[in-house]
């Protein structure tokens, strides 16, 4: 395996302990199941009931590897996707892909805060859009003047919001032994309506945002620890870090999945089960739990909606800044001070205004997030075809590049999102 490269003279110690080990892959596969996500599963139980629990385990190991290979890219060079594919593809490729994944974020960045706002009025009544901006400034205020080692633990915390849906699903009248067949046993529908909801859950699973955020938070990870330095400096630091990466992302993306899992089996046993099948919005799976499930799980739901948007709102405002700061060639970081890196911030404040702001339009918000969902899925596999050649390449990781192992679950990921984007454009028209 790869992690075997560069040896394991100088590695450093002190890292064994669990909350050392799980960070930027923990967060990432956390912020994944962000309220947009929660709809995306919520729709899928409420109108297939069990028979889509497959693609959360399908997704698992394919997103395990593109996440791994963008956190390798990070550590290995100390610079982010951008500003690896700067210096290896035309210019005018990488701010064409990284427009589009601000404009992606953006988006949802507003279908996120309005639906915090939506799930705070289920629970306590009042404004929503009051909430929507409160939520804004709160989120904004924390990036920008919390300090970066904190603002982590922050997030770290927000991860264990995800335990409201798994509660959820054993609080309700669950048949395991179906939901077991059926993951084992799909019943595989050849219809547009359900092909498309297999290409939302895999683009709402693996999506370009998650690729930024993560190698970036190795390339923070260097920055912030004093024994740390890009590997293509300190090969001796390879084997502990290649494992660190690995666990870290395995467990995060596992937990990812099998809150989306939890979430996909929650409203079967009861949304699906009930004849409830036409849910748009991550709230109004919540509203609907309560005359069927109880008020407990309609409470849980809704505070899971609020919980996780915290934990998500950061991660896109922030992997758009990077995306755009580094392909702009500016400093960036949420390590670095304010006066330091102001565009950085600036970008992170104007995404999550703009994105805010939606909320204040006659726009659609479900549409609005569709187009999101159609832009991650252009972005996401020329962006993961780049990634898998750099990270293949000598003259970009030296004796770090990927091997057989990896590079081959690597590239079967790009092909599977490239045949849902595929899939995504011909179910327009059935």
Known sequence: ??????????????????????????????????????????????????????????????????????????????????????????????????????????????????????????????????????????????????????????????????????????????????????????????????????????????SPYLFFWQAEEEVEEVKERIDAKPLERDPGQARTEFRRIRVDTWIGMGLSNLVALFIVITTAATLHAHGVTDIQTSSQAAEALKPIAGPFAFFVFALGIIGTGLLAIPVLGASAAYGLGEALGLHVGLARKLRRAPTFYAIIAIATVIGALLNFTPIDPIKALFWSAVINGVVAVPVMVMTMRLASSEAAMGQFKLTWGLKTVGWLATAVMAAAAVGMFATWGA
């Open 1 to 206: 395996m790869s992690e075997e490269r560069g040896g394991g003279e100088g590695q450093p110690e002190g890292r064994g302990g669990v909350l050392a080990v799980l960070g930027p892959g923990l967060i990432t596969g956390a912020s994944d199941d962000d309220p947009s996500g929660i709809a995306t599963y919520s729709q899928a139980g409420a109108k297939y009931g069990f028979d889509l629990g497959w693609t959360l385990l399908l997704s698992w190991p394919l997103m395990c590897a593109i996440q791994e290979i963008s956190a390798r890219v990070g550590r290995v060079t100390g610079r982010g996707l951008a500003g690896n594919l700067k210096q290896h593809y035309p210019p005018w490729v990488v701010y064409g892909l990284v427009g589009l994944l601000v404009i992606a974020n953006t988006i949802n960045l507003g279908a996120d805060l309005g639906a915090m706002g939506a799930g705070l009025k289920l629970l306590i009544g009042g404004p929503q859009l009051v909430y929507v901006a409160a939520f804004t400034v709160v989120s904004v205020l924390l990036e920008v003047f919390v300090k970066y080692e904190r603002y982590v633990s922050i997030l770290k915390w927000l991860t264990l919001s995800l335990l409201a849906y798994p509660a959820v699903a054993f609080a309700a009248n669950t048949p395991w032994a179906s939901v077991a067949y059926h993951l084992v046993v799909p019943n595989i529908q050849l219809k547009p309506e359900y092909l498309t909801l297999v290409v939302a859950i895999l683009g709402t699973t693996i």
